[in-house]
């Protein structure tokens, strides 16, 4: 009995072996890729964080010392942290509202479509839409001054970062729906209909089923949503240029304009502390979801 045994174990440790190989070396071309494009290059900024441009001379903390007393990288961070705080919480909670309104509705499915036109249009196509509107000559004065309304050069007040901020809730919000709607479809109708004969009404049905059930999916739209925040600077640098209203200076902005004055010492000292921010939110996040998750 014992060698039969004996060859079980070893045809299982055969086997696991051999997925283990399989496993690694499925992984190996994007674990090289990731290493090559992504991981060495960053060591190599992170080293340059700690010397100077032209000598390459270690300079210790310096170059972090000066961009946090720069003014335009206190600017541009205050910026972009008040739009990732206004943008995504109006983002998260406009989605979901209309995912659930859609997810109700016979046609629902089919209408959802039609929220990912936003992302299908070319972006020179949304700047310049975005300046026929909003232009000091554009639309939106025309159609004020007709009501006897006085414009504004609304890109140079600071009225420009709720433009912005409108922009890529518009962008983002058909592409969210479709996450959220996903999510909703993956929640049994019978969990539902249990709730119902229980006497739950509609709003404690949402708070207590749906939302928790979601979570999973608020986490994956919550990272995503940030990381497409930064990717807003590509309308925002065409319609306004290097040096747009100080309320839509970004951090994208600035790190153009350090390359452009070729401030590489600056800018890596400013990558890296860009990282470990968004590391660390990311992270947070993460363990936020895991407690309600364990809930």
């Known amino acids: 009995m014992r060698q039969p045994r004996r060859l079980c174990r070893q045809s299982t440790c055969i086997l696991r072996s051999k997925k283990y190989r399989a496993g690694i070396c499925f992984l190996l071309p994007s674990l090289l890729g990731v290493t090559i494009f992504v991981l060495i290059p960053f060591a190599d900024v992170i080293r340059r964080s700690f010397a100077a441009t032209i000598t390459e001379t270690w300079v210790r903390l310096s170059n972090y010392a000066a961009v946090f007393q720069n003014y335009a990288f206190q600017l541009a ?20 509202a209309a995912a659930v309104f859609l997810h109700r509705q016979i046609y629902g499915h089919y209408v959802k479509t039609a929220f990912l036109l936003p992302m299908a249009i070319p972006t020179a196509s949304v700047v310049l839409l975005w300046k026929i509107l909003f232009h000091e000559n554009g639309l939106l004065n025309g159609s004020l001054s007709k009501l ?6 609304w890109m140079n007040t600071n009225y420009a970062f709720w433009i912005l901020a409108v922009v890529y809730i518009w962008k983002n919000l058909g592409y969210t729906i479709v996450l959220w709607m996903a999510g909703l479809a993956s929640i049994s109708a019978d969990i539902y209909d249990a709730a119902k004969v229980d006497g739950a009404g509609e709003w404690k049905i949402f708070t207590k089923i749906t939302v928790p059930c979601l979570l999973p999916v608020l986490y994956m739209i919550t990272v995503l949503s940030f990381l497409n925040s930064f990717k807003v600077f590509r309308e925002a640098y065409l319609v306004a240029g290097d040096y747009p209203h100080e309320s839509m200076y970004l951090l994208q902005h600035l790190f153009n304009n350090w390359f452009t004055d070729l401030s590489l010492d600056k800018m890596a000292a400013a990558a890296v502390i860009v990282a470990l921010v968004i590391l660390i939110l990311i992270l947070m996040l993460q363990r936020v979801w895991d407690r309600e998750e364990k809930k």
């Not at 008040?82 to 919480?89: G, H, L, T, Y």
């Not at 006897?148 to 050069?153: C, F, P």
Request: a positive charge; hydrophobic letters at 60%.
């Open 148 to 153: 006897g309304i006085s414009g504004a050069d």
């Open 77 to 96: 961070a205050k910026n972009t942290l008040r739009f990732v705080a206004v943008c995504i919480p109006l983002l998260i909670l406009i989605s979901l």
